[in-house]
């Protein structure tokens, strides 16, 4: 796509200047480096987990991709709200927003059946890390990417890296420096074993 044909303008525009102000860098780093073209992922299928405000799930559906937009109960009123205001009426049939809390439930969502798994500023709560790693383990196949878009703010968030390059296998593909936000590529381990 050239920059000129870009439908993500005042998307753009408008989440440069949301992030000023707010915690949501996470997520305008990993939709400005979707939105570079790095990866295509128009009819593809992607999964969003703790989606918040629904940013990245909104901005990889104009980017053309069919997209779960998951987060738990609780944060799903103001998600839905968010997306139905935000997405244009014509792309809402490839946005489907949908439980998912981390290690619960997964026979919900078919594993494999994803080819991406984005996820912004999601590694923040240890306690969390089990279930995340559990949820990430069970929804990704050979085939699938996992994007996570994070600051490494203390310890514990090495910690989960750690964690995630025991079943992974891990790239930083992206560092913004101005946002300190990194962006990590995790895929399946190769193992002698699987062949
Ligand atoms: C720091 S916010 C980031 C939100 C959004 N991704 C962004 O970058 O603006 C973390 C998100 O993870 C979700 N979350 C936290 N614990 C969760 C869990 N156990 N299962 C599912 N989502 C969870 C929260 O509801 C919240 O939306």
Redesign the pocket.
Known sequence: MRAGDSPLLPVRLFIELLAKNSC?L??VVLCSYLETGAIDLRERSVIE?????G??GIVATLLGAHVTIT??AS?LEFLESNIQDNLPSEHHPRAVVKE???GRNLENFSPGKFDFILG???I??EE?FV?LLETLEYLCSEHTTILLSCRIRYERDQNFLKMLKGHFSVHEVHYDTSKDVHIFKAQRSFHKEDL
């Open positions: 949501i996470e997520a987990l703790g989606a918040g405000t940013l990245l987060d738990r944060a998912l809390t981390w912004a500023d999601i923040y709560l969390t279930d």
